[in-house]
């Protein structure tokens, strides 16, 4: 064992190939559904959306996928990231565990999304594409995909939900500032926004009527336009194993090998990318690393909803996949700060906690803060809030090892810094934040919303 604080690959480490946990998944894949026919669909409707060389890898079945030569060189900008041994952080909470930490908050952007956007931006430019659609948030996707359009000279158009586009207004300059085009949803630019417009002027806008708008955009453009998504499907996992890839090689030069894997899971990109190619030696060399992600209680997809058949986007437009849900009509509670607000989870990631080959953690806002206050002032990075959720884990479990004795090895993902998020520290040290569980009635309510499918 190495007595460094920060393990660091060499360029010529950058993973050759992407890992594709659907050769090694324990459970059959459910179909995508039509969100019209409720049959499965065809390459030939999702290729309404996406490149075809793109939706090849949604379907692959091969364990590695190789990244193409100007990807990698992009990566180059800032991968391999570093991968740190939380010491002083060990130290503060005075734990016998040993606590390591995969940094992605080192990319141009901020966090993890780019390894991502800078695939699909690069098969889109080869399929012929002119311009992305998309969809955002508070910016982390939208800002890694106006990055990487830049880098390959696509344009993008980006729905940005109001309420962020209103009140967080740096990430849409850092949009700007690589040249994408930013509209705050609901907009009067689609039928879906002016539907929505019409009924309720006010419309905050929700992460699912922001996929609706950026959808019927590429929908309608007749080919010349294409959607990309930062999360959820297949390919984005793929591509995100980049950082799982590389987090083994560190835990060999660091000569540990991790007992507790943890993630944050939004859509589960970030979780996925890390943990997969951990789960890859649990299920080809008969390892048993403890797989865990982390959610916020508000926002309970994984822990508190279920495993159906549900639309991905609010307008029930996009397709139906099978998948942990709070029902896509689900707009999360206006109290919660930290990100992960998706009504849904990627497939895959659902079918892994579904089969217990992941465990599931949900997380209030306050103690999630705490924790994140916490690793700011042991080890001087500022996490973004949804990365806060799994320090919270990474924590307790640290403390449960104090507790017990055990000096288990722990390891997380640190998606990415928090330097745009600083409104939601400032309401935290505020007491402006309260903790919320998200209640029953609601879930039961978005449940008889579900589209009817007869596989199940
Ligand atoms: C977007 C984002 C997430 C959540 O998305 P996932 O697809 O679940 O990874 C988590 N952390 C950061 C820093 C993000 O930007």
Redesign the pocket.
Known sequence: MSDSVKYLLDESKLPQAWYNINADMPVAPQPVLHPGTMEPVTPDFLSVLFPMSLIMQEMSPERYIEIPEPVREIYKLWRPTPMFRARRLEQALDTPAHIYYKYEGASPVG???PNTSVAQAFYNKEAGTQALTTETGAG??GSALAMACNFFDLDLEVYMVKVSYQQKPYRRMVMHTYGADVYASPSDRTEYGRAVLAENPNSPGSLGMAISEAVEVAATSGGTKKYSL??VLNHVLLHQTVIGLEALEQMEMAGEYPDIIIG????????AGFAFPFLRENFTNGLNTKVIAAEPSSCPTLTRGEYVFDFGDTAAMAPVVKMYTLGHTFIPPSIHAG??RYHGMSPIVSALVENGDVEARAVHQLETFEAAVQFARAEGIVP?P??AHAIRVAIDEALKCKESGEKKVIAFNL??HGHFDMAAYEAYFNDELEDYEYPEEDIAEAMTQLPEVSVQ
Do not use: M
């Not at 944050?264 to 979780?271: K, L």
């Open positions: 966090s993890h999304k982390q996707w930062g999360s944050c899971a939004g859509g589960g990109s970030n979780f990100g992960l973004a949804e990365t998606s990415g």
